[in-house]
């Protein structure tokens, strides 16, 4: 495969265009990271379903999650220009979708088409900018790409904010639609790439087993104690039914010719510990994005613009360590560098869930903003490792799975988080319209997250070292080997 590629890295070089479609693109996922969990006090109050919310996240999370890796092993095959304005696409429907939703569980349903394009975005875009800049361009990128998450988490919560305080939740959707628009317009103008045509068969049954055993895996968490008793027949069932198909998929797996998860990558040290590293970010964040709102909103009546600003501390700590995140790895490692972020990530976290019992707006965007510094020095880094472990036909399915990865801890992070809160609201007459009800979930919800940061610094611990890449070229990096040395 060939792709544009020239000397600089800036709006100016030959890649500018190219650059400035993959922000576009970018920004679709980052502004609807913050913009929905700033309105889900005002969508309950409009369409009810205050238990069911969580789902907006695990639904929409699970179908991202599932999708990944399809679309990865498809962009290996036919190229990354036709997924990605597929999964424009697709998000731009489930937008439009969204934003005419009449009951929280056709909302729910029409998240799941927001996911599926997700799915598509984000990866394409880091898969992409691995293909056409060397590893030191990428540490420059990471500069562009962070500036759109900044960007973002100033103007999502904004406007998620903005909106629920004037009623009309439904515009956090609607206004993706321009963006959507412009993305699509902009790649097709801009990025073009040669692909050697061949024969390939693409998994669906291993990709269709892994997605209900998972969405079985989610529903037992979510509605465990809720719908249903934990010790019930009903929930057994459910999370033995989720067990056996994902045995059945690791099966299917083994002897498919073209496995949407290839073997090669689980028995790569390398590859695994930086996809587990990838699933605790997945939790965190989605642990913090989805009750900071909340848990402000419902112990202080905070209004929504400013509890999603609070929230917005996270996403511009992240940007602001992910840009700098290139100099630091380039010169200590990628795994010296995720050890510091890991670290950065476990106090902020803390803070957060020892001085939750004192709400406070300042208190939270101040350990949201720490929290965020820690995730951008981890992120980055053991994705990129991961990337420049392999050649181009194998990036697309790496980047895949740590996404993948990310993507899962946040769906499953968000349901266990979820029946937790949902076990506290349970336990109390007036649920979560009391405020020191509403302190003890949310408290119950920040410490797992800093369980979740605890367990996380023992995949960064147990990451190879690696020997200093090749900066010279997009689509060689570390050797496959060498990446599983200590």
């Avoid at 500036?147 to 305080?165: D, E, H, Q, R």
């Avoid at 692909?195 to 079985?216: N, S, W």
């Avoid at 112990?299 to 996270?314: E, K, N, Q, V, Y």
């Avoid at 010169?331 to 050890?339: E, V």
């Amino acid at each position: 495969m060939t792709t544009t590629h020239a000397e600089g890295v800036g709006f100016r070089s030959d890649r500018g265009p190219v650059l400035i479609a993959l922000m576009l693109s970018t920004g679709l996922v980052a502004i609807d990271a913050t913009v929905v969990a700033t309105a889900v006090p005002s969508i309950v109050h409009d369409i009810g379903g205050f238990t069911s919310f969580p789902w907006l996240f695990s639904a929409y999370l699970l179908a991202q999650a599932v999708s990944v890796p399809v679309y990865a092993k498809l962009s290996d095959v036919i190229g990354r220009k036709p997924i990605m304005l597929l999964g424009i696409g697709l998000f731009l429907l489930g937008s439009i979708l969204c934003g005419v939703a009449w009951s929280m569980p056709v909302l729910i349903a029409f998240r799941v088409v927001q996911g599926l394009g997700a799915g598509a975005v984000q990866p394409m875009a880091v898969t992409i900018a691995g293909d056409i800049y060397t590893l030191t361009e990428r540490a420059k990128v990471q500069g562009y790409l962070a500036s759109v998450w900044a960007i973002s988490s100033v103007v999502g919560p904004t406007l998620g904010g903005v909106f629920a305080s004037l009623g009309i939740w439904r515009g956090i959707f609607l206004v993706n639609i321009p963006l959507c628009l412009v993305a699509g317009w902009m790649l097709l103008r801009s990025f073009h790439e040669n692909i050697e045509r061949a024969k390939h068969r693409v998994d669906y049954l291993g990709a269709a087993l892994l997605t209900v055993a998972l969405t079985l895996a989610i529903l037992g968490a979510l509605e465990g104690g809720q719908a249903w008793a934990w010790n019930s027949a009903i929930s057994m069932a459910v999370f033995a039914g989720g067990a056996v198909l994902f045995a059945a998929f690791v099966l299917v797996e083994r002897k498919a010719a073209e496995p949407v998860l290839p073997p090669w990558v689980v028995s790569r040290r390398l590859l695994v510990t930086t996809a587990l590293v990838s699933f605790g970010v997945g939790a965190v964040m989605l642990g913090l994005t989805s009750y900071v709102p909340t848990f402000l909103e419902g112990a202080l009546s905070t209004s929504p613009i400013l509890a999603g600003l609070a929230l917005a501390a996270l996403t511009i700590g992240w940007p602001i360590s992910a840009s700098q995140s290139g100099r630091l790895y380039l010169r200590i490692g990628f795994r010296r560098t995720a050890l510091i972020g890991i670290t950065v990530t476990v106090i902020g976290a803390a803070v957060l869930a020892l001085t939750a019992p004192f709400p406070s707006v300042a208190l939270a965007a101040g350990s949201c903003f720490i929290v965020g510094l820690g995730l951008g020095l981890v992120a980055t880094p053991t994705l990129i490792a991961a990337q420049s472990s392999v050649e181009w036909n194998e990036r697309g399915v790496v980047t895949g799975t740590n996404l993948f990865a990310r993507s899962i801890g946040s769906a499953i992070g968000v349901a266990v988080f979820g029946a937790m809160a949902n076990a506290v609201y349970a336990g109390t007459p007036n649920g979560n319209t009391d405020p020191a009800t509403v302190v003890s979930a949310s408290g119950a919800v920040f410490l797992a997250v800093v369980v979740a940061a605890i367990l996380t610094v023992v995949a960064v611990v147990a990451m190879p070292e690696t020997k200093k890449p090749d900066t010279s070229t997009p689509a060689r990096g570390l050797n496959p080997e060498d990446a599983d040395r200590t």
